[in-house]
T-cell receptor
Framework: KAGVTQTPRYLIKTRGQQVTLSCSPI?????VSWYQQTPGQGLQFLFE???????NKGNFPGRFSGRQFSNSRSEMNVSTLELGDSALYLC?????????????FGEGSRLTVL | AQTVTQSQPEMSVQEAETVTLSCTYD???????LFWYKQPPSRQMILVIR??????QNATENRFSVNFQKAAKSFSLKISDSQLGDAAMYFC?????????????FGTGTRLTIIP
């Protein structure tokens, strides 16, 4: 069974640009969550999508957005990039049905903003 | 809001010895789940062990076990017979048991070094 796949693995952008990150969950999983990991703030929850609907949202500005497609693949977008957006962005998938199911993480997308 | 605290930024242990990583949390909920995740240098987060708050029995997974003290809101991880492959960042995480809430709240992590 294929794991959670995130693309791209690395990317470099400049301030003011926008970026789109992609996450393909494990087959059959309907929930996709996104986390930002930085040395200063640690792991912070961005949002979670379930069956194409945003079900939970963290405390991030509106520049951070996401969506989920009918095949459960998810994208997150960051517009008007700031230096502080440099981070490892992790995606996690799960069944999303409420049991204490394991969240499976991808290897992350390392974003550097110059 | 829930918070998770890991007070040990770094720990080290001799290979084959036992080490305990600490975690405390704060919540007003009565039903929830607690997790320990491992993030090796390859950076993929891997679940080590989980505990359901309504279960009094401490979870164990091979060399990994937890000491769950619900009243004290404490959830420590014990690693027995430490191996070189155990070197990683370890994160304690909390998740509500409310249906539809997949959000994990993480602690700041403990970097574990294994000394050969």
């Amino acid at each position: 069974k294929a794991g959670v796949t995130q693309t791209p693995r690395y990317l470099i952008k400049t301030r003011g640009q926008q970026v789109t990150l992609s996450c393909s969950p494990i087959s059959g999983h309907r929930s996709v969550s996104w986390y930002q990991q930085t040395p200063g703030q640690g792991l912070q929850f961005l949002f979670e999508y379930f069956s194409e609907t945003q079900r939970n949202k963290g405390n991030f500005p509106g520049r951070f957005s996401g969506r989920q497609f009918s095949n459960s693949r998810s994208e997150m977008n960051v517009s008007t990039l700031e230096l502080g957006d440099s981070a490892l962005y992790l995606c996690a998938s799960s069944s999303g049905t409420g049991a204490a199911g394991e969240l499976f993480f991808g290897e992350g997308s390392r974003l550097t903003v110059l | 809001a829930q918070t998770v605290t890991q007070s040990q930024p770094e720990m080290s242990v001799q290979e084959a010895e036992t080490v305990t990583l600490s975690c405390t949390y704060d919540t007003s909920e009565s039903d929830y789940y607690l997790f320990w995740y491992k993030q090796p240098p390859s950076r993929q987060m891997i679940l080590v062990i989980r505990q359901e708050a309504y279960k009094q029995q401490n979870a164990t997974e091979n060399r990994f076990s937890v000491n769950f003290q619900k009243a004290a809101k404490s959830f420590s991880l014990k690693i027995s017979d430490s191996q070189l492959g155990d070197a990683a960042m370890y994160f304690c995480a909390y998740r509500s048991a409310n249906f539809g809430n997949e959000k994990l709240t993480f602690g700041t992590g403990t970097r574990l070094t294994i000394i050969p």
